[in-house]
T-cell receptor, first 115, second 114 residues
Framework: DAGVIQSPRHEVTEMGQEVTLRCKPISGHDYLFWYRQTMMRGLELLIY????????DSGMPEDRFSAKMPNASFSTLKIQPSEPRDSAVYFC?????????????FGSGTQLSVL | KQEVTQIPAALSVPEGENLVLNCSFTDSAIYNLQWFRQDPGKGLTSLLL?????REQTSGRLNASLDKSSGRSTLYIAASQPGDSATYLCAVNELTGGGNKLTFGTGTQLKVEL
């Protein structure tokens, strides 16, 4: 398997624009997680899905953020409108069962810069 | 709210040295604890996972221990190599969370010099 695949690797946009980040989890994994990493706050969980259903979105910072998982092999994280403080690295991760004994596999991340 | 702290924030050692990275957490009600490695510009790679009922896990030159009652974990790296240079993060999976809902520490940036 190619691992968790994220696109784009880098995104530069202007304040107010819509940004869509994409993720393809590892085939067979039924949990998918979106994390954000910044120097100030470290890694923060934004939202996670189980079998394509959002389970916990308490980490989503504002209504400007939304995430979808239309099928088991694809998820998106959308920011609309984007703001400079959204600049960060966004990681997608997946696991099988998501249970206590299961390791988490991360994608390479999307470096987002909002000017 | 669970808080995870890692000390030191940065560490520089000569090649061949044995070293210990520390992780502490405030709420001992955890399912497990994982240690990750992050290389610059890359995602995280899981190194070791210790269940709450376990005391330690070993993989090659890496050994992770867990003392749940005191809220501490250590990652021991034996005979360090320049290729070990990376940021190491610990993360706890809490009993009140679902699945792998991890709370991460801020990491220890390790540099192993020739």
């Amino acid at each position: 398997d190619a691992g968790v695949i994220q696109s784009p690797r880098h995104e530069v946009t202007e304040m107010g624009q819509e940004v869509t980040l994409r993720c393809k989890p590892i085939s067979g994994h039924d949990y998918l997680f979106w994390y954000r990493q910044t120097m100030m706050r470290g890694l923060e969980l934004l939202i996670y899905f189980n079998n394509n259903v959002p389970i916990d979105d308490s980490g989503m910072p504002e209504d400007r953020f939304s995430a979808k998982m239309p099928n088991a092999s694809f998820s998106t994280l959308k920011i609309q409108p984007s703001e400079p403080r959204d600049s960060a690295v966004y990681f997608c991760a997946s696991s099988y069962r998501g249970g206590a004994g299961e390791k988490l596999f991360f994608g390479s991340g999307t470096q987002l810069s909002v000017l | 709210k669970q808080e995870v702290t890692q000390i030191p924030a940065a560490l520089s050692v000569p090649e061949g040295e044995n070293l210990v990275l520390n992780c502490s957490f405030t709420d001992s009600a955890i399912y497990n604890l994982q240690w990750f490695r992050q290389d610059p510009g890359k995602g995280l790679t899981s190194l070791l996972l210790i269940q709450s009922s376990q005391r330690e896990q070993t993989s090659g030159r890496l050994n992770a221990s867990l003392d749940k009652s005191s809220g501490r974990s250590t990652l021991y790296i034996a005979a360090s190599q320049p290729g070990d240079s990376a940021t190491y993060l610990c993360a706890v999976n809490e009993l009140t969370g679902g699945g792998n809902k991890l709370t991460f520490g801020t990491g220890t940036q390790l540099k192993v010099e020739l």
